[in-house]
């Protein structure tokens, strides 16, 4: 597991078949690529040949640095493709509020599945995308969705979030407590035993299936406006 610290001049993180690498340009170039050298490092083999995409998020004027970076890579690692992200076209906040506003979303439809009460042992739950349910999820109860699985209450039974092989979703729950984990093709069995407490999600990092704290890790943050799901 890579520690995703908010601090940290250096945030790595699978992207399909390659690496997300987001750097942030305010820390000093040296500590930067020395945090890239440490993550690359730690991910040995798993590294070689896979393609790398660098993000600056809204940083401009960064040009140079990318370029050095790149190379600084390209000489030391054996990696696929360096590319960068592609810039977003900038809205001005208050135009994009207003533009959210007059959309509306009364003509939208959802594959979502929402649901309200407790889900017993023996009940199965099916959703094609996400699954939200507010209450709680009982020992031997199943829970599947293709997206999303979002408890607003005690998860505990079996869960497969993101069927059948997208290991993009992630679970979340307000007390997370479940007897088997699956997003897309990853399992983990017991995810919920360390009796921590307060709001948790699952999600997957390095291959493997890792559970956060909401509160710190918020998976959300980086999504300032609706999305349709």
């Known amino acids: 597991m890579i520690n995703f610290d908010n601090t940290a001049p250096v945030k790595l993180k699978g992207a399909g ?3 997300w690498i987001t750097i942030d340009p ?10 890239i050298d440490r993550l690359l490092d730690k ?15 809204d940083a401009r004027g960064q040009e140079e640095l990318i370029d050095r970076i790149k190379s600084h ?12 992200s592609p810039k977003k076209r900038s809205i001005p906040t208050e135009r994009r509020r207003q533009r959210d506003l007059s959309k509306g ?9 929402m649901l309200r009460g407790r889900v017993r042992s023996g009940q199965k739950i099916n959703a094609k995308k996400h699954l939200v349910i507010t209450g709680d999820v009982n ?9 999303d699985i979002i ?19 992630m679970i979340f729950s307000l007390a997370f407590n479940p007897s088997l984990v699956k997003i897309g093709l990853i399992t983990a069995t017991g995810a919920g035993e360390s009796g ?9 990092e390095q291959g493997g299936i890792v559970v956060k704290n909401y509160m710190k890790e918020n998976p959300f943050k980086r999504m300032p406006w609706p999305e349709v799901i």
Not at 73 to 84: A, D, K, Q, V, Y
Request: hydrophobic share 35%.
């Open 73 to 84: 890579l390209e000489r030391n690692f054996e990696l696929g493709t360096i590319s960068t």
């Open 17 to 19: 078949s390659g690496l």
């Open 26 to 35: 305010s820390h000093p170039e040296s500590e930067i690529i020395a945090e």
């Open 196 to 204: 921590r407490q307060g709001p948790e999600f699952a999600c997957v």
């Open 139 to 147: 020992p031997g109860a199943e829970l599947t969705a293709g997206g």
């Open 43 to 57: 991910l040995k083999h798993l590294a070689i040949n896979a393609d790398v995409t660098l993000d600056i998020g």
């Open 105 to 113: 979303w009364n003509h939208h439809k959802s594959d979502v599945l």
């Open 151 to 169: 408890v607003l209450g005690t998860l505990t039974g079996k869960v497969h979030a993101g069927y059948p092989e997208n290991n993009g979703a």
